[in-house]
């Protein structure tokens, strides 16, 4: 059964402190890893897709990173606006997302 | 290009009720995917809708159900309604192109209580 496993549950930072997001997966012949951020009451927002191990995209703040067991989510320079929580989700490509619980990340000004 | 709409947006009902929910995809996206988000189980898989049939299902009971239309448009079912059904119910919408899933764009939820 395909697991996704995200740490920490919950973040607390300053602003401009630097972090990273941690998810871990087990999953049998990954098709795609992708990130999600969710403010509260609102659906998610796709960030980023990740397909293979090495692989790294970024958006202004947030760089995502895949290996062949876990994917981070480095947060540089954070701002209050980052507050949200970010979920992290696994395909096999023929099967549905599998979602982790998320990281509810606060970043204090 | 407009995104993934839900109606309603906010629903009570009372338990045994059953409702209806409706979701629109972005043009062009013919997958389209439910899931039930709460605060202990995360978000939880319903099922797929590809045109116009059910290609996957999750562990939901009987209860929960859906369909899509020509237009891509779905919409999701939940009858005899419990407590424990309260929730954000989320569509998401896909190329899922050639059966595969890739990025899923969500709208904005319709967050159901039960009464």
Known sequence: EDQVTQSPEALRLQEGESSSLNCSYTVSGLRGLFWYRQDPGKGPEFLFTLYSAGEEKEKERLKAT???????????????????????????????????????????? | KAGVTQTPRYLIKTRGQQVTLSCSPISGHRSVSWYQQTPGQGLQFLFEYFSETQRNKGNFPGRFSGRQFSNSRSEMNVSTLE?????????????????????????????????
């Open chain 1, 66 to 109: 895949l290996t062949k067991k876990e994917s981070f989510l480095h947060i540089t320079a954070p701002k209050p606006e980052d507050s949200a929580t970010y979920l992290c989700a696994v395909s096999r490509g023929n099967t549905p997302l599998v979602f982790g619980k998320g990281t509810r990340l606060s970043v204090i000004a």
């Open chain 2, 83 to 115: 407590l424990g059904d309260s929730a954000l119910y989320l569509c998401a919408s896909s190329l899922r192109v050639a059966g595969v899933y890739n990025e899923q764009f969500f709208g904005p939820g319709t967050r159901l209580t039960v009464l």
